[in-house]
């Protein structure tokens, strides 16, 4: 008796993993049924299904759900749990709106091959939310109830740019110790992500004057051509070892190929590794002149998210969760990666951020998008453990 008592202490990181292992199949049925609850982010009835049944779910372990309401997205759902200690809530943050079209499941099905469960959004992020759920029971079943507030915010449109959301996150945030981001792990080694590009998005708009190709081609002033001259002069932007990307991956412009082009436009997408460059190539890309003075050139958008940089913060919450990890000699990773979500926001004004929390897998936002169902138990883990120390 009392050796096994001493083996609890000394492994409590094993007991927890066993834990979490013998609850794989109810959390693989509550990822099936999040992944067959279809909700794209531009389709409010959809989204709000998805958030109804989530609310349900939280509210069976004993959260509190409120909902805010979304006219143009589903509504972002915010569930608050009491806790023992009287201490600043952890913000656990994810977001339930998928990038696929509704009848996507009809030829991407949700099931399980080779160790792995496939579906729409099952990486990104329902699995993640699945996670939550399972870490807030685990911790409830071990301390009675959880040990100190959690405030889970989960977010109807992160995949368009959390333009409803964005506000509710910073404000819970602010009241938050910390925040632990569900989104997927950073490659198969499972690394959490403890930086991340912020992302900017940008129109050019080039007004030229139009004329006859052939009867006066000398009096038009081509939109077309100009747009092509500026986007060379973006690409020189680029600086890919220092984290800078610009892309130009939209054009479009002109009306028939007998007349000189009075418009065109082109949709840029940014990447910048810190909030300086982000200035920085913000003032370039409004800066740009036409070459052909007859043109105009009207520039639109801007940065949508800082970067997540790695602050001493976001430090301090990494080694906490490579403490944790290595209870069950798991070497924990991190990764600064080139995507931004909102942990892009919580980190951006100044709380301890940790993102990745959420599955391994592969193939986000693709057709092949699945997880590997044996690294759940520990990431559910890891999630409970720093629900109780962030
Ligand atoms: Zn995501």
Redesign the pocket.
Known sequence: MAAKKTNRISFPGLDRLNHFQSRESVLLQTIRRFVEIESPSDNKPAADRMGAHLAQKFAQLGGRPHFHRAEEYGDNLQVDFPGVANTKPVLVLG?FDTVYPIGTLATMPCRVESGRLHGPGVL??KAGLALMLLAIDALQTWHGQLPRPVTVFLVSD??VGSYSSRKITEDLARKSAAVLVL??AAGLRGAVKTARKGVGEYFLTVNGVASHAGLDPGKGHSAIVELARQIAVMWKMNNLNSGISVNPGVIRGGTRTNVIAAQAVAEIDVRIKSARQATSLDRKLRALKPFDKRCQLQIEGGINRLPMERTAGVAALYRKARAIAKQIDWKLQEAAVGGG?DGNFTAGIGIPTLDGLGAVGEG?HAIHEHIIISELPRRALLLAGLIESA
């Open positions: 977001h990104d992020m992160e995949e989104e997927p979500s986000a």
